[in-house]
């Protein structure tokens, strides 16, 4: 290793604003089921789909509508 390193010519990352961050949350077991079948079926992991449905609705500003019935 190199006491010393030079970053005169570095670039950032392209790749950096598309790395993921490892979060903790709290889902329904029948949410998590619905994806591990979609998973099956498809061959994409659960976590992988449960990802692209929320990269879909912050790409596409999804507004949530509830209604107290």
Known sequence: MKKE???EGARKNPYAKHLKKQITI???SNTIDFFKRQAATSGVPYQTLI???LSDCARNQKRLRMSWE
């Open 51 to 53: 990802n692209l449905y």
């Open 5 to 7: 390193y030079d970053f």
């Open 26 to 28: 709290n889902v329904d």
